[in-house]
Nanobody, 114 residues
Framework: VQLQASGGGLVQPGGSLRLSCAASGSIFSINAMGWYRQAPGKQRDLVARITTGGTINYADSVKGRFTISRDNAKNTVYLQMNSLKPEDTAVYYC?????????WGQGTQVTVSS
Protein backbone atom coordinates (compact mmCIF):
# COMPACT_ATOMS: atom_id res chain seq x y z
CA VAL A 1 0.00 0.00 0.00
CA GLN A 2 1.35 3.41 -0.98
CA LEU A 3 0.10 6.90 -0.27
CA GLN A 4 0.71 9.90 -2.50
CA ALA A 5 -0.11 13.30 -1.03
CA SER A 6 -0.25 16.62 -2.81
CA GLY A 7 -1.54 20.15 -2.41
CA GLY A 8 0.72 21.78 0.16
CA GLY A 9 2.36 25.15 -0.30
CA LEU A 10 2.67 28.71 0.91
CA VAL A 11 -0.47 30.70 1.65
CA GLN A 12 -1.25 33.97 3.39
CA PRO A 13 -3.20 34.02 6.66
CA GLY A 14 -6.89 33.70 5.94
CA GLY A 15 -6.25 31.78 2.75
CA SER A 16 -7.19 28.27 1.69
CA LEU A 17 -5.48 25.12 0.54
CA ARG A 18 -6.74 21.68 -0.42
CA LEU A 19 -4.70 18.58 0.30
CA SER A 20 -5.25 15.30 -1.51
CA CYS A 21 -3.98 11.83 -0.74
CA ALA A 22 -4.47 8.81 -2.96
CA ALA A 23 -3.92 5.25 -1.81
CA SER A 24 -2.69 2.66 -4.27
CA GLY A 25 -1.54 -0.92 -4.29
CA SER A 26 -3.39 -3.93 -2.94
CA ILE A 27 -6.32 -2.07 -1.43
CA PHE A 28 -9.07 -4.27 -0.07
CA SER A 29 -9.95 -3.12 3.46
CA ILE A 30 -9.66 0.56 4.29
CA ASN A 31 -10.65 1.20 7.90
CA ALA A 32 -9.88 4.92 8.05
CA MET A 33 -8.05 7.72 6.28
CA GLY A 34 -6.98 11.08 7.51
CA TRP A 35 -4.37 13.72 8.14
CA TYR A 36 -1.88 14.40 10.90
CA ARG A 37 0.53 17.30 11.15
CA GLN A 38 3.85 17.98 12.78
CA ALA A 39 5.27 21.43 13.45
CA PRO A 40 8.99 21.89 14.14
CA GLY A 41 9.90 20.69 17.60
CA LYS A 42 6.44 19.26 18.24
CA GLN A 43 4.84 15.85 18.11
CA ARG A 44 2.70 14.61 15.27
CA ASP A 45 -0.95 15.31 16.04
CA LEU A 46 -4.27 14.37 14.51
CA VAL A 47 -5.85 16.97 12.26
CA ALA A 48 -8.83 15.06 10.87
CA ARG A 49 -9.83 11.45 10.35
CA ILE A 50 -12.69 9.72 8.58
CA THR A 51 -13.61 6.07 8.99
CA THR A 52 -15.18 3.78 6.45
CA GLY A 53 -18.38 4.02 8.41
CA GLY A 54 -18.36 7.79 8.00
CA THR A 55 -17.31 8.82 11.49
CA ILE A 56 -15.30 12.03 11.37
CA ASN A 57 -13.00 13.45 14.03
CA TYR A 58 -11.31 16.85 13.99
CA ALA A 59 -8.74 18.44 16.21
CA ASP A 60 -10.38 21.20 18.23
CA SER A 61 -8.02 23.74 16.70
CA VAL A 62 -9.33 23.14 13.16
CA LYS A 63 -13.05 22.61 13.78
CA GLY A 64 -15.12 24.94 11.63
CA ARG A 65 -12.19 25.72 9.34
CA PHE A 66 -11.09 22.37 7.91
CA THR A 67 -13.23 19.78 6.17
CA ILE A 68 -12.21 16.20 5.47
CA SER A 69 -13.85 14.18 2.73
CA ARG A 70 -13.26 10.94 0.94
CA ASP A 71 -13.81 9.49 -2.53
CA ASN A 72 -14.18 5.77 -1.96
CA ALA A 73 -14.05 4.93 -5.66
CA LYS A 74 -10.65 6.63 -5.96
CA ASN A 75 -9.33 5.60 -2.52
CA THR A 76 -8.59 9.28 -2.00
CA VAL A 77 -8.98 11.54 1.01
CA TYR A 78 -9.12 15.32 0.86
CA LEU A 79 -8.58 18.06 3.40
CA GLN A 80 -10.06 21.44 2.58
CA MET A 81 -8.37 24.02 4.77
CA ASN A 82 -9.95 27.47 5.04
CA SER A 83 -9.18 30.51 7.19
CA LEU A 84 -5.63 29.31 7.59
CA LYS A 85 -3.58 30.67 10.47
CA PRO A 86 0.18 30.86 10.99
CA GLU A 87 -0.16 28.19 13.67
CA ASP A 88 -1.39 25.78 10.99
CA THR A 89 2.13 25.77 9.56
CA ALA A 90 3.43 22.20 9.66
CA VAL A 91 4.25 19.16 7.61
CA TYR A 92 0.97 17.39 6.92
CA TYR A 93 1.01 13.61 6.73
CA CYS A 94 -1.60 11.50 5.06
CA UNK A 95 -2.68 8.51 7.13
CA UNK A 96 -4.33 5.25 6.18
CA UNK A 97 -5.50 2.39 8.33
CA UNK A 98 -5.77 -0.58 6.00
CA UNK A 99 -6.63 -4.04 7.28
CA UNK A 100 -5.94 -2.57 10.73
CA UNK A 101 -2.36 -1.61 9.83
CA UNK A 102 -1.11 1.98 9.79
CA UNK A 103 0.42 3.57 6.69
CA TRP A 104 1.86 7.06 6.26
CA GLY A 105 2.42 9.29 3.28
CA GLN A 106 5.62 11.23 2.68
CA GLY A 107 4.36 14.51 4.13
CA THR A 108 3.58 17.79 2.44
CA GLN A 109 4.63 21.20 3.77
CA VAL A 110 1.97 23.80 4.53
CA THR A 111 3.27 27.26 5.38
CA VAL A 112 0.94 30.07 6.41
CA SER A 113 2.75 33.37 6.36
CA SER A 114 2.39 36.90 5.09
Amino acid sequence: VQLQASGGGLVQPGGSLRLSCAASGSIFSINAMGWYRQAPGKQRDLVARITTGGTINYADSVKGRFTISRDNAKNTVYLQMNSLKPEDTAVYYCYLMHDFRDYWGQGTQVTVSS
